[in-house]
């Protein structure tokens, strides 16, 4: 008999299936719930990285890298008279500065019940 191989990724998404059930299950339906209200892919992706950072316990930090990007990006953009993909990645930038602050408050909510 042929042993059949499995990707990297199959096996990354066979093992999130067996380990966290319920987080797969979640981000399975934000992707359904993204395609639902028609939102781009990229969003649909950004919302998926929100779910997972709360899930996973992503550092704000790592949350504020993108956002610092699309920041400098935008007046980049604009200089180029890309106005619309400014716009855009205006948007984006304030998703991720959302969800950086959110996290961040939540880390120093963790923070404060280890020392108590």
Same mark, same amino acid.
């Given at each position: 008999?042929?042993? !059949?191989? &499995?990707?990297? @990724?199959?096996? +990354? ?10 987080? $797969? /299950? ?17 969003? !649909?992706? &950004?919302?998926? @990285?929100?779910? +997972? ?10 949350? $504020? /890298? ?37 996290? $961040? ?12």
């Amino acid at each position: 008999m042929k042993k !059949i191989e &499995i990707s990297p @990724i199959e096996s +990354w998404f066979v093992s999130l299936w067996k380990e966290k059930k319920l987080h $797969a /299950i979640f981000m399975i339906l934000g992707v359904i719930m993204g395609a639902f209200f028609q939102w781009d892919l990229v969003e !649909i992706f &950004i919302f998926f @990285i929100f779910l +997972w950072s709360i899930m996973e316990k992503v550092p704000s930090r790592m949350l $504020a /890298i993108p956002a610092l990007i699309f920041l400098c990006a935008t007046p980049l953009l604009l200089v180029f008279e890309r106005e619309d993909q400014a716009e855009a990645y205006a948007v984006y930038a304030y998703y991720f500065l959302v969800m950086a602050v959110i996290r $961040a408050v939540s880390e120093l909510r963790e923070d404060e019940k280890m020392k108590v």
